[in-house]
Structure formats: C-alpha cells, structure tokens
C-alpha cells in the first residue's frame, strides 16, 4: 500500500523528488500562456512567461507528439524545393499552422489530433521556394459565425479569412474569405510577387507587407503596405514609401482603381507593433533591383532597407531609420523590428541587419539609443553608379558578424584547399565591409547577403532585457556584368544571374567555396550570441550547430564549427533559450545566462524555424513546439541537388517533460 500512495503522488505532480518513481514531479504552479501572435506577442518578443521547464527539468524533455503536414517537395517544374518555415499559433486552446503549400491545419496543441484543415489551392507557379511563416489571429467581441478568425498570406499573393473554430472560409471578408493583393499593382508576372510572412492583426485591421523578386527590373511591382478591415476586408489606408515630393496613393484613390507607384521599397518579412502607443513598424528590403542602383532607380530607395514606424490606424510615416545607404548589396532588413524596454522607462525598438549590425531605436522617435557614427566607405567603379559616401555603424552593440576578413583568415578542409581559396580571394575586389558589386571581378560580400541575421530575428527576455541573436557567417561573390557581354555567355555561365531589365548591367551572383565545395572562410559559420540590452555590451557568445554529419571525414563531430541557420530563437521566464534553426537537424536549449549547452535533441529534419511554448491550464503541461521541415536552398548548398531532399521534411515536433 505504501509504494501505491508513492506513486499516486508521483502521478499527481507533487514537487518532491520520489526515490520510488526515480525522478521528479512537475510543479504545476506556474503561469499558463498561449502563443497568439507570430512573434508571442505584437512587439515581437519571442518570450514565454513560463517557467515549468527549467535548467534543472529540461534534460528530461521528451517528444509529445508529432504530426505530419504531408506538403514537402524537392521541387519539380512549376516551383522550387519546399522551405517549412512555419512559426504556430496558440489560440483559443488550438494550433494553427500553415504548411509551404498555404494549407492551414488547426489541431490539438496538447495530443497533436487534427481539428480541420484549409486548402486555399494555390498557384505555385514560378515560386522559387515555397514557404509560409505564419498566420495572424483575431478575436471579435461578436459571438457566432467568424467571430474569432485566422489570416493567411499566399503565394499567389492573396488574403485569406478562416473561421477559427470551424475552418471555413469566411465569406464577409473580401470576396467570399479572399483579398487579391495584386490589385492595384498593375503588370505583375508569374512569382514576382507573393506572401511569405504573417500578417499582423491590430485594431480590428489585419496589416501586410508582401514579397519581390530580387533583381528582376527596374520598372518592379510597388512595395506598398495594406491594412484591410478584418470583417469586411475594405482597404483602410495603404502606405507606399516613395520618395519626399512624390505623391503616394491613397486608399481612397486605389478603391477608385489607381496604382500604387512602381519600385518602392517592399516589407516582406515580418511586421511588429506597440499597441498601446498605436505604432507598427516596418521591415523594409532596398528598391529594385537590388545590385545596381544607379540614376534608372533614382530616389525610390530613400525609405529602403530601413526601419518605418507608422500610425496603426491611418498608415501616417512617424519616423524611418535607415540601416545602410543606398543598398546596393541586397542587405535588407529582414529581421522583425522586435521592442522593448531600456532600464525599465525608456520604449525601445530593434533593428538587427543582416551586416550583423544592432540598432536599438527609442520606438517613439527612431534617435538611436546608443551613438551611430556614420563612416566613409568604399565607393562603387561601376559606370553610371555611385555610392553614398558614408554608412551609419553602431558603437554598441558590438557586431555580431565580422567587419573585416584578411589573408590570414582564409581556410580550407581539404589539402589544397587553403591556397586554392587564397588564390581566389587575391582575385576578388575587396575593400572590407561595405564593397561595392565590381564590373572588372567578382567583389566579395563579408557579411554575405543572406546575413548576418536574417528574417529569424531576435528574442528578448523582457525580466532581464537579454536579447538573443543567431546569426551566420557565409561569404557570397557579386559581379556586375555588362548586358552585352552577358547575352553572349551559354547558359552554365549563367548561374545565378539576375537580369536587372532597365539598367545597363546583369548580376552574377555566387559563393566563395574551395574546389571540394567547402567554405574558404574561418568557423564558427553559425553563432548565438547574448547582449544586455540595458549596456549593450555582448554577455557570451558561442557556435551554433555541428557538421557532424555534414562535414567531410566526419570531422564536424570534433570540433564546435557551427553552421548556417535560419530561424529564430524561443526564451522562457525560467532562463532558458530554445533555438533550433542549424542544418544539424538538432533543437537545443541554453542557458541564457551563461550560454552553456543544457538540452538537446534530433529532429526528423533540420528545422529551419522559430520554436514556440504554451501551458493552456493550470493542471496541464509547458510545451516546446517547433517546425522540423528544412529549407529548399539551404539543403541544396549541403547537400546538392541529388540529397536535398535527406534535408527536407514536414514535421510538427512538440516536447513536454515525462
């Protein structure tokens, strides 16, 4: 009867730790918590005030369940290689998430059991790597009928409204539960232009960015941002960032059928907001096209690759804070501008690049918080361009990517590897960060365009404002070819050329690999790094990621290289760091405090995504919840195109403690 009442007591979650049951309980005291925006909540945190998964508990986290989307593709003729990029939601006790294909699924967050499904049928043709990163929430006070809704960009640039609880399209919205957001573009071709990022739900209107093609033409669909009306769909206000003396359209003007300017700056990763003060800020990338940007683009990139605070309910421009000049390397910012509080009273706002540069802005006025010097740098020797002459740099935070890259940094795996490298970097112009894309040779790009820190962001633990950052280090070689030249080359010369119709030139773009397809440039080539938002001084910094069964002659395994990530990280009230995102196929979780390594696990593909945590009761379990479906281009340059699909999966991977 004795060992009966042990394990009765066991089961009942007491905090004690039981010789008889060999572990112990959970402590069910905690705060509960859903997950109801993209980012957790408007601002973007990426922070959950739970703290039943602890530095002591979490080596004991085990999968709970896993559910399969069934959408992953290697790619075929119509589109490329599938990328689940997908962030849940938890809202009203349900998980909804989308898959690559725009399906939304709504299931159990506690058993993985599917609740209902939506397929908006859409068309993928010419998307280069289909993917969905996340849907928005909104609860009504009305009861009935859509009375609390999910909202979901597509890739055939759409607006869906889907009732919560049942999974039906709701037919007050639009038309018939749809938007087309190709209204008032004017010419837009086959994948130019599309959804990838939430929208963001806020004062009853639902508020979205979109996504164009890089460095297509000159003469390129409007970046304009929308906020519709959450029940009715009714364009509510547009903003369109051309440039000073230039009219925008209004919603007034695009209801009566005009267009929306040509070439403006787009935001296609994700939007954030301060809703108490009625502020949203946008991430913006650089006007088209993104290598050459001379008199054909003239003044349309002055709110480009920058920060823009504007009025959530009229779409009025507050404030904008640039984070590089006259963008000519396709460094847009990408990451979602994430807030908070500095020494508890002053309202901040971050705006993390793909340079590796911190910005941390007053969201009230964008002044930066800590002193930005503007510094002479390079100047382009491309006929018909030209450079702005100084770019703004943070004292602090310190960069999280190297500014600089010597002889004496080049590296290589293989015998000849090293000097192969050396040879080719001897070859390329380069001048430091900030070199300008050359007409005579290759010009490397350190940071390289895809970061830095990419759309995965920051986290930020408001209790102790330390924010988490991964970022990656992969070179890239940029080349601008003259037109002519280039219609003369076949087509294996041509690899990732990017036409630029409208400007005298093409774009070459490529990496800086040893001839055994290895990086020539120094590990870690993925790193997690921790700053005190209140100093701005770097706490600890460390890989991320092992090439263990990535690097050649298994050597990955031994040494702590890191390795390219996308995705973001989770923390938790209890100090902990959840961050996935590596080609390793591991979910890890730190402390972040110390940055030591406290848990981790394999996932059935790598997962490049952002983790979520939720409780729903007060007798219920913390969970971790994450994407495990890879990335279409990140799993080609791994694998190759024979293997990417070894890289790729469909997996949702939720974990609790036993």
């Not at 058993?111 to 790597?129: A, F, H, K, M, N």
């Not at 979205?208 to 093609?213: D, E, N, P, S, W």
């Not at 070459?508 to 055994?516: I, T």
Request: charged share 20%; hydrophobic share 35%; with cysteine.
């Amino acid at each position: 009867m004795r060992y009966k009442n042990l394990l009765k007591s066991c089961l009942a979650g007491l905090t004690l730790i039981l010789v008889a049951c060999g572990e112990s309980a959970i402590d069910y005291s905690g705060n509960i918590g859903q997950w109801q925006y993209y980012g957790g909540n408007a601002g973007g945190q990426r922070f959950a005030d739970l703290d039943q998964i602890t530095a002591d508990n979490v080596k004991d986290l085990e999968v709970a369940w896993v559910y399969h989307t069934g959408d992953v593709s290697s790619g075929n003729e119509t589109h490329g290689a599938t990328a689940f990029q997908a962030t849940p939601l938890v809202a009203e006790g349900t998980m909804y998430v989308c898959t690559p294909y725009n399906r939304v699924i709504a299931l159990d967050p506690e058993t993985g059991e599917e609740r209902w499904t939506y397929d908006p049928e859409v068309d993928l043709s010419g998307i280069y790597t289909p993917t969905c990163r996340g849907v928005a929430y909104w609860q009504g006070e009305e009861q009935g009928t859509c009375s609390s809704r999910i909202v979901s960009g597509t890739l055939d640039a759409r607006l869906i409204n889907i009732d919560a609880k049942t999974g039906k399209a709701c037919s007050d919205f639009g038309d018939q539960g749809s938007v087309n957001l190709l209204n008032n573009l004017g010419d837009v071709r086959p994948g130019e232009y599309y959804v990838t990022s939430a929208p963001l739900v806020i004062n009853d209107l639902v508020i979205t960015g979109a996504f164009v093609k890089d460095g297509q033409r000159v003469d390129a669909p409007s970046g304009v941002v929308r906020a519709y009306d959450i029940r009715s769909g009714q364009l509510r206000w547009a903003y369109d960032p051309v440039p000073p003396g230039m009219t925008t359209i209004t919603a007034e003007q695009a209801e009566q059928g005009a267009l929306f300017t040509r070439s403006t700056p787009n935001t296609w990763g994700n939007i954030s907001a301060d809703i108490e003060r009625g502020i949203v800020y946008l991430p913006t990338g650089g006007s088209q096209p993104d290598h050459y940007a001379g008199d054909e683009r003239g003044d349309m990139d002055y709110y480009g690759t920058s920060v823009i605070a504007v009025d959530a309910n009229t779409g009025e421009r507050i404030w904008n804070f640039q984070t590089v000049h006259h963008d000519i390397w396709d460094w847009d910012v990408a990451a979602q501008p994430v807030t908070f509080e500095q020494h508890g009273t002053t309202p901040g706002v971050i705006a993390a690049t793909k340079m590796g540069h911190i910005f941390l802005l007053n969201r009230e006025t964008g002044e930066p918080l800590f002193p930005v010097e503007e510094r002479a740098v390079p100047q382009s020797r491309v006929p018909g361009e030209f450079s702005a002459p100084t770019q703004p740099f943070p004292t602090l935070p310190k960069p999280v990517h190297p500014n600089k890259l010597t002889e004496d940094d080049i590296w290589g795996i293989y015998p000849g590897d090293k000097a192969a490298c050396l040879k080719q970097f001897r070859e390329f112009t380069y001048e430091g960060i900030f070199t300008p894309p050359d007409i005579e040779r290759p010009a490397l790009l350190w940071p390289g365009l895809g970061g830095g820190i990419n759309w995965g962001s920051v986290s930020v633990n408001p209790h102790t404002n330390i924010m988490l950052v991964n970022s990656m280090r992969v070179p890239y070689t940029v080349q601008i070819l003259p037109r002519a030249a280039a219609e003369s080359l076949d087509g294996s010369d041509l690899v990732g050329v990017n036409p630029q119709e409208g400007t005298p030139y093409v774009v070459q773009r490529g990496g800086f690999l040893s001839p055994n397809n290895t990086p020539c440039t120094p590990p870690p080539w993925g790193v997690l790094t921790a700053i005190n938002l209140d100093s701005g001084e770097t706490l600890w910094e460390q890989a991320l990621g092992n090439l263990a069964e990535l690097a050649p002659l298994g050597l990955g395994k031994f040494f702590n290289w890191g390795t390219p990530n996308t995705g973001g990280s989770l923390q938790t009230a209890s100090g902990l760091v959840f961050i996935a995102a590596t080609l390793d196929g591991y979910i890890r979780a730190f402390d972040s405090a110390s940055g030591k390594l406290l848990w981790d696990s394999k996932l059935p593909a790598p997962a490049q995504a952002t983790p979520i945590s939720y409780r729903l009761s007060p007798e219920g379990k913390q969970y971790i919840a994450i994407a495990a479906g890879g990335h279409g281009p990140l799993a080609y340059a791994a694998k190759g195109p024979e293997k990417l699909g070894e890289l790729l999966g469909d997996a949702i991977v939720v974990y609790a403690l036993p």
